[in-house]
């Protein structure tokens, strides 16, 4: 079976194999240097008389660049539309209340979301899953049932340019604005939840996502914790120089893709018909990695490793030891240097990337859901004065 990918560093590092390539055949860094320059003149030599030029137009054609503008985000909007409809059209199991609902980022882009809510019994508290770079919500219907039959209530929400979502499918022009989706999603289910404990949960690069956006003090002020699988927290380009030329290449050509980047990957689950089932999901982007995407994991993942001391928000991190994409070491330093008080941290043998859909994945489920019930007990224990 040919090997698949997904996730951060195991298309990150792929992403600028070209470029790599190019620049590890370079001897001297001045001819690097003299490269990167090159960039810089072509910009701003060449984009100008294309888009600034100050006299009139001599063609019909000079309104092009303005026609095709229009023409790609009339595609994109088309094949929103088309992933909307696919969403609606999973099945989201049974033995649960569950249902669909678009809300609105902070650019007042439509953000697909699902919700799962037990039949009966009363609510402990809620789960928000912020799902992984290039998947959806909707894989995480049974892990989402698991919780229900636990009395926990679930919502997932899909980011920007991902599953039912507005936006060019596998383009984040920014991960902040994941971020900052993610806080507002928060604050909506608070509003309609106000005395409902409610944790964020986060996998991979939404991992990162949530570490982020539960750094904000309001929003840490909103949960009793976050549980992250494994998340990417040290991501390092393929060469030292690709750090270098990434911003260029974001501004410039944000939505290029490198071909056959991702062709043949690292192995995600150990689950062969978990991995096919992810990869014929039609919801689930396989193209090459765009430019922008790329950048701003690394640009995330740098933040978040020069901040690992300032987490004090509560947390328990799951990591598999066999993982290829992302660093189960950078967990283990989270763990370490984090200033929160409650946190916790468990390595499972062997396992890969995607905990959830490993062959071990009910076993991931109830240590996740047993950390929870430990922290509202802990929270119940600290309100009463019980502590000690």
């Given at each position: 079976m040919e090997e698949l990918t997904s996730g951060a560093s195991g298309r990150i590092i792929p992403v600028f194999r070209d470029l790599r390539r190019s620049f590890l055949s370079w001897r001297s860094l001045r001819r690097v240097f003299i490269f990167i320059q090159s960039l810089f003149l072509w910009f701003l030599l060449v984009l100008p008389r294309n888009r600034f030029s100050s006299s009139p137009p001599s063609s019909p054609s000079s309104s092009s660049p303005s026609r095709r503008k229009l023409a790609s985000r009339r595609r994109d909007e088309e094949d929103a539309l088309r992933r909307r409809a696919l969403a609606e059209g999973l099945d989201m199991g049974n033995g649960c209340v569950c249902g669909t609902s678009l809300s609105f980022g902070t650019r007042r882009n439509a953000l697909f979301c699902r919700n799962w809510m037990p039949i009966s019994g009363e609510l402990k508290g809620i789960l928000i899953i912020i799902h992984g770079l290039n998947e959806h919500g909707g894989r995480y219907a049974q892990f989402a049932r698991q919780l229900t039959y636990q009395n926990f209530g679930v919502y997932a929400m899909d980011w920007v340019g991902h599953g039912g979502s507005d936006g060019l499918h596998g383009y984040v022009p920014s991960l902040d604005h994941v971020v900052a989706d993610t806080r507002a999603f928060l604050e909506k289910i608070k509003t309609e939840n106000p005395e409902v404990?409610?944790?964020?949960?986060?996998?991979?690069?939404?991992?990162?996502?949530?570490?982020?956006?539960?750094?904000?003090?309001?929003?840490?002020?909103?949960?009793?914790?976050?549980?992250?699988?494994?998340?990417?927290?040290?991501?390092?380009?393929?060469?030292?120089?690709?750090?270098?030329?990434?911003?260029?290449?974001?501004?410039?050509?944000?939505?290029?893709?490198?071909?056959?980047?991702?062709?043949?990957?690292?192995?995600?689950?150990?689950?062969?018909?978990?991995?096919?089932?992810?990869?014929?999901?039609?919801?689930?982007?396989?193209?090459?990695?765009?430019?922008?995407?790329?950048?701003?994991?690394?640009?995330?993942?740098?933040?978040?490793?020069?901040?690992?001391?300032?987490?004090?928000v509560p947390f328990l991190v799951l990591h598999g030891t066999a993982d290829r994409v992302t660093d189960p070491l950078a967990s283990q330093d989270l763990y370490n240097f984090a200033s929160s008080k409650f946190k916790d941290i468990k390595l499972y043998e062997g396992f890969l990337h995607d905990l959830l859909f490993e062959p071990e994945r009910e076993e991931v489920g109830r240590d996740i859901i047993n950390?929870?019930?430990?922290?509202l007990q802990f929270g119940e224990t600290l309100a009463n004065g019980d502590l000690w």
């Open positions: 404990p409610c944790f964020l949960y986060g996998h991979s690069t939404g991992g990162a996502v949530v570490l982020k956006a539960a750094s904000h003090p309001l929003i840490e002020s909103m949960l009793e914790g976050v549980i992250l699988t494994s998340p990417a927290l040290r991501v390092k380009p393929a060469h030292p120089i690709v750090g270098v030329v990434a911003p260029l290449f974001s501004v410039v050509v944000p939505r290029f893709q490198f071909k056959g980047a991702n062709k043949k990957g690292i192995p995600v689950t150990r689950d062969p018909v978990a991995l096919a089932a992810k990869y014929s999901d039609p919801l689930v982007y396989t193209g090459p990695i765009r430019v922008r995407t790329g950048h701003e994991i690394l640009r995330i993942c740098s933040y978040l490793m020069q901040n690992m001391k300032s987490v004090t950390w929870m019930e430990k922290k």
